[in-house]
Structures are given as structure tokens and as C-alpha cells.
């Protein structure tokens, strides 16, 4: 999807009518006048400079636009948890969908993890000692 579409479309998202670009010969005063009333609540000046008016509401855009790529950032963040959440729930027990529970599962499995790698080190170095002793004591 080209960058005009999908900021249109964020921008329809959001119930935000995009703003049209000034120049000189798109819009007149009048209707310049009456689109920055409508669409963004600021006054017109009264020099009628177009310059400072153009800043303005490139001004809004810059806003508008950081405000919409912030929203999309968080729901990338959202959607890649949320995938990360569903791959670890199926990977502990199935088709689990609740969150808390995943969570809770993960950490029982972890525990349960780290207890029987405790347990096989200590039956390694166990083994290892026995190991040693059956080694020396055949050597003498």
C-alpha cells in the first residue's frame, strides 16, 4: 500500500479528515479561512499571510502524523506480544488464549525446569566424583 493510502486510511481511522495542502492558486482566502476554522480551530491571520498560514498547518500534519506513527508503533508492539503470547501458549499446553494463565504456566515451567537442572547437576557431579574414585582406585 503506497504512503498516500495508508495515511488516508490512518487518517480516516483516527475520524481525522485529511488537510489539503495551500498554494497559491488551490484555495482561496475565503475558503482557506473557513477550512482552517473547521478542520483545525485556529483563527486566521489577519496580515493574511498564506506563508504563515501554510506553516500552520504543516505544523498540524507534523502533529497529526507523529500522533497516527505512534499509534501504529504501539499496535505493532500490541500484535507482536500478543503473537508471542499465543506461541508460548501453545507451546506449554495447546490452544491456550488467556494471558495470565500462559503467564502462570510459563513460570510453573520454569520452576520446574530449573529444579530438574539442579537436580542433574548434582547427579553429575555425583557420578563425576564416583567417577574419579573408581579411576584412582584402580590405578593403585
Do not use: W
Amino acid at each position: 500500500m503506497d504512503q498516500e493510502k495508508k495515511s488516508e486510511k490512518l487518517y480516516q481511522s483516527a475520524n481525522l479528515n485529511p488537510i489539503p495542502k495551500c498554494s497559491d492558486h488551490s484555495l482561496e482566502t475565503a475558503e482557506t479561512d473557513s477550512l482552517l476554522e473547521l478542520t483545525l480551530g485556529i483563527q486566521p491571520y489577519n496580515s493574511g499571510s498564506k506563508r504563515r498560514l501554510q506553516d500552520d498547518i504543516d505544523a498540524n500534519n507534523a502533529i497529526v502524523a507523529r500522533k497516527i506513527q505512534k499509534a501504529d508503533r504501539e499496535k505493532l508492539r500490541r500484535d507482536k506480544l500478543n503473537e508471542h503470547f499465543q506461541e508460548l501458549g501453545y507451546v506449554l499446553d495447546g490452544h491456550k488464549n488467556d494471558k495470565a494463565i500462559i503467564v502462570t504456566d510459563a513460570i510453573r515451567a520454569l520452576k520446574d525446569l530449573t529444579s530438574e537442572v539442579s537436580r542433574l547437576q548434582s547427579e553429575h557431579a555425583a557420578l563425576h566424583q564416583e567417577s574419579n574414585e573408581e579411576t584412582s582406585a584402580g590405578n593403585n
